[in-house]
């Protein structure tokens, strides 16, 4: 069974870094035909995608958050992470991982998502 779970601390200060790690079991991050994907979902909004990273290691991004997310792989623990910068309180936010079969926000059999994990931008 594949299962995505996603872990990090729970409350950043502003104009911190947000980091975030997917861990990943029944499936792998070389995986050459899934996305392994980021999404977020503000209070009363709806999901937000920010970005992807595939089996080889390239990187895709909103382009409203590129300049300042970045995500990797390590491919020995089979995770993958997501670094925000430059936090405000607008990143609050409920934040996904996610393995799809295409880029941005997709519905198809085979995507899995973790069960989310808020994170608050806060003082």
């Known amino acids: 069974q594949v299962q995505l779970q996603e872990s990090g601390p729970g409350l950043v200060k502003p104009s911190q870094t947000l980091s975030l790690t997917c861990s990943i079991s029944g499936d792998s991050v070389t995986n050459l035909y899934v996305y392994w994907t980021w999404i977020r979902q503000p209070p009363g909004k709806g999901l937000e995608w920010m970005g992807a990273?595939?089996?080889?290691?390239?990187?895709y991004y909103s382009p409203s958050l590129k300049s300042r997310t970045s995500i990797s792989r390590d491919i020995a623990k089979n995770h993958f992470t997501l670094q925000l910068s430059s936090v405000t309180p607008e990143d609050t936010a409920v934040y996904f991982c996610?393995?799809?079969?295409?880029?941005?926000?997709?519905?198809?059999?085979?995507?899995?998502w973790g069960q989310g994990t808020q994170v608050t931008i806060s003082s």
């Open positions: 990273i595939t089996s080889s290691g390239s990187t």
């Open positions: 996610n393995r799809a079969y295409g880029m941005g926000l997709t519905n198809s059999s085979g995507d899995r």
